[in-house]
């Protein structure tokens, strides 16, 4: 919406739109990190203040939400949702743990892999979800300390995000505002974070190698567990992993016949409900898909659609072009400058900040950056590196990302306890690392 | 109706301090599948049952669990559950016990509100005074018998 003038004369009581979409703006921020307020509440709620108050009107606060992620993120939450019931993710952790032998240093190594992989193809918070029980059940039968586990699932599920279009939140909002596809995403972000995953199971096993023993009748109770045992349906498993293996392809090919990844993951999901309900009744098939559909995590779309309507609300208002202005005369416009700023900028905010809002601010600023600094192709670093930033930078805190606070809830479930300045020590130094690998490649890639 | 009208009394043998161990053999003996636990100076501490028992007897991390639990693949030998149990036969029944999702309900009570809270899966509702002493305690049996009496 650049360039759409701006209707003062709607705005409530005669107020400036920029000053009051702005106040809205930092309200929404500060209310989510006090974390007093619901997100999702906090987010709806400037969301109609931005209308309300007259900044934008309902229509165009309707076509600020981006509903190719909305589908996106749906679709593979129904997929996954279906997917987990299967029981494949505790037979791929059980059988990898066994192919180490059991040996706890093997454990954390492969189950690092594991998560990152996982959270590549599917959400962070599903990865977790599935793998971290397992890991810390592991760790139990070893007796040996589920820490370094829990730590270095945390870190591996933020790195392996990275790496694909659907791995994190925020990678689906660039991808679907810069029009990046899903092979772009692989292929520039892919091999950073081959390489970043490397040098931080390196650092794993630096750290915590020394201290995970276990005895061989410890490691005798994992090579007895019977990963066969853990599918429960296997025709369901293979109709769902097709499905699977066919939308990702779809994200792969659809966009060259301009299908978009929102619509394949959409297709996807209602084709493999229909499928795993063949044979059901009407009321098999209703309890199929209400079962499927209570896994969607409403709360979350909702607050995705909130945050696109406080968004549109500033950037409708100008707020974003006077910032995005701003920041190309701060580097010059020089797109060296401007990339890597954007990238320690993001890594930094996203340690103490949500990162999905903070990306779906910087979206339309970095939009706005386009004409300026000589058109999409120049703009292209600045995409990845608001990736690599936001994704990564979701390893300096505790609250750094949502698959952080899920890893602490399971945690605690179980009994153990990560405190904030424990995982700073952990997770700070690997943050700063692991940015800084993604700055040396991205001016090695792109600006050598 | 009342409550105090309608309790039964309790003659608890499970203190807080207690090692599980004694309400797991006291729970065997006298085939009960739940029993109050006081303090010395008989102040309502919580409930243990033999579910709860069960549910501190499985792997820690299991509780790290969301949904449906799919375990099958553990394969556990009886020396592993033995471990376990001897383990938590050493803790004390006051950091064992389930008060987070337990109702009590006072001698004033209606009885119709313990009847709605056996209805809804509490099994046993135990009544206390207004400085929590256990003085008895409602199940579906203790209503059945009461009715049988005709008082």
Redesign the interface.
């Known amino acids: 919406m650049q360039g759409q003038s701006v209707v003062h004369s709607a705005v409530i009581f005669g107020l400036n739109p920029l000053w009051l979409s702005t106040g809205i703006l930092i309200f929404t921020y500060a209310v989510l990190l006090s974390e007093k307020v619901n997100r999702t509440v906090i987010a709806l709620l400037g969301a109609c203040l931005v209308i309300v108050s007259g900044v934008i009107n309902q229509d165009m606060a309707i076509s600020g939400i981006d509903f190719n992620t909305i589908g996106l993120l749906t679709g593979m939450m129904i997929i996954v949702s279906i997917l987990r ?1 299967t ?1 494949i993710f ?2 791929i952790a ?1 059988w990898s743990a066994k192919k180490v032998k059991a040996d706890p240093r093997g454990v954390l190594i492969i189950f690092s892999l594991v998560t990152a992989i996982f959270s590549a193809f599917l959400d962070n918070l599903t990865s977790v ?1 599935l793998v ?3 890991a ?2 592991i ?3 070893l007796a040996v300390s ?1 820490y370094p586990f829990l730590v270095s699932q945390i870190i591996a599920s933020n790195i392996g995000g990275t790496a694909t279009l659907i791995g994190d939140p925020p990678n689906i909002l660039i991808g679907s505002a810069a029009r990046l596809t899903f092979m772009d995403f692989l292929i520039n972000m892919g091999p950073a974070v081959a390489i970043i995953l490397v040098v931080v199971i390196l650092v794993f096993h630096l750290i915590w190698g020394r201290s995970l023993v276990a005895t061989d009748e410890r490691r005798a ?1 994992i090579m ?7 599918i ?1 349906d296997p025709h369901r498993l293979k109709v769902s992993l097709t499905m699977l293996i066919l939308v990702i392809l779809g994200f792969i090919f659809g966009e060259h016949y301009g299908v978009r990844p929102g619509t394949v993951a959409m297709l996807g999901a209602v084709l493999l409900l229909w499928l795993v309900s063949l044979g059901k009744g009407e009321a098999g098939q209703t309890a199929q898909l209400t079962e499927a559909l209570e896994e969607v995590e409403w709360g979350a779309l909702l607050f995705f659609m909130g945050l696109f309507v406080v968004v549109k609300g500033v950037e409708h208002a100008g707020l974003l072009n006077i910032l995005g202005g701003e920041l190309v005369s701060a580097t010059g416009g020089d797109p060296t400058k401007t990339a890597l700023t954007m990238l320690w900028l993001s890594a930094v905010l996203s340690a103490v900040v949500d990162n999905i809002p903070f990306v779906a601010t910087m979206i339309p600023l970095v939009q706005s950056m386009q004409a300026s600094m000589g058109g999409a192709e120049v703009l292209e670093p600045v995409w990845w590196s608001l990736a690599f930033g936001a994704c990564l930078g979701g390893n300096g805190s505790l609250i750094g990302a949502a698959a952080n606070v899920m890893v602490v809830g ?2 605690e ?3 153990h306890t990560i405190s904030f300045m424990r995982f700073a020590l952990i997770g700070v130094p690997i943050m700063l690392l692991t940015v800084f690998i993604a700055h040396i490649y991205v001016y090695m890639r792109y600006f050598m | 109706m009342d409550c105090g009208t309608v309790m039964a009394p309790v003659k608890t043998q499970l203190y807080a301090e207690d090692p599980a161990g004694q309400a797991i053999d006291f729970m065997c003996d006298k085939h009960m599948g739940l029993v109050p636990v006081v303090d010395h100076k008989n102040t309502f501490v919580g409930m243990i049952s033999g579910d709860r028992l069960m549910h501190l007897m499985l792997p820690g991390s299991l509780m790290a669990m969301q949904g449906k639990k799919r375990v099958s693949y553990l394969n556990e030998s009886r020396e592993e559950f033995q471990e376990r149990l001897d383990a938590l036969r050493a803790r004390p029944l006051g950091e064992l016990v389930d008060r987070i999702n337990l109702n009590v309900v006072k001698k004033n009570t209606p009885l119709s509100d313990a009847l709605m809270l056996i209805s809804e899966k509490q099994f046993v509702v135990p009544v206390v005074d207004d400085d929590d002493k256990l003085l008895g305690a409602i199940s579906f049996f203790t209503i059945l018998h009461w009715i049988k009496k005709g008082y």
């Open positions: 019931t029981g505790e037979y059980v979800l971290v029980p397992i810390l059940m760790a139990e039968k589920p109770r007895r567990f019977r990963e066969s045992e853990s429960q399971l945690g479930r179980a009994g």
